[in-house]
Nanobody, 123 residues
Framework: QVQLVESGGGTVETGGSLRLSCVAS????????MGWFRQAPGKERETVAY????????YYDDRAKGRFTVSQNNAKNTTFLQLNSLKPEDTAMYYC????????????????WGQGTQVTVSS
C-alpha cells in the first residue's frame, strides 16, 4: 500500500504561481512513477505530467509544457508540481498518483491516488 497526500493548492490570479506537493508513505520502494492529473467540473481527468522515480525522466502534456515543472525529492518521498503563468483554464482539482508498473502514460497505470488539492485561477 502507498498513501499519498497532496498540498499547496489555492486561489491565485491569472499569471500567478503555485507549488503543489505530494508526500508518499508506505511501500514507496515499489513505485515506478509519480503522476499529476487534474479534473475540472464536468470534464474527464487528464494527465498533466509525470516523473519516473528512478532516473527522473519527465513527461508533460502540451498544455503544461513551458509553464509547469514536475520534480522530486526521493529522500523525502515527495513529488512537486510547480505551476507558473497560471490561466483560468487551469482551474481544477489536482491529484497525484503512484504507478507500480506499466508505462505511466495512462491513468489506468496508476494504482494509488491522493485526495486532491484544488487550484483556482481567477481572471
Amino acid at each position: 500500500q502507498v498513501q499519498l497526500v497532496e498540498s499547496g493548492g489555492g486561489t491565485v490570479e491569472t499569471g500567478g504561481s503555485l507549488r503543489l506537493s505530494c508526500v508518499a508513505s508506505g511501500k514507496t520502494a515499489d513505485m515506478r512513477c509519480m503522476g499529476w492529473f487534474r479534473q475540472a467540473p464536468g470534464k474527464e481527468r487528464e494527465t498533466v505530467a509525470y516523473i519516473w522515480i528512478r532516473g527522473g525522466s519527465t513527461y508533460y502534456d502540451d498544455r503544461a509544457k513551458g509553464r509547469f515543472t514536475v520534480s522530486q525529492n526521493n529522500a523525502k518521498n515527495t513529488t512537486f508540481l510547480q505551476l507558473n503563468s497560471l490561466k483560468p483554464e487551469d482551474t481544477a482539482m489536482y491529484y497525484c498518483a503512484a504507478a507500480l508498473s506499466g508505462l505511466c502514460v495512462s491513468t489506468r497505470d496508476y494504482t494509488y491516488w491522493g485526495q486532491g488539492t484544488q487550484v483556482t485561477v481567477s481572471s
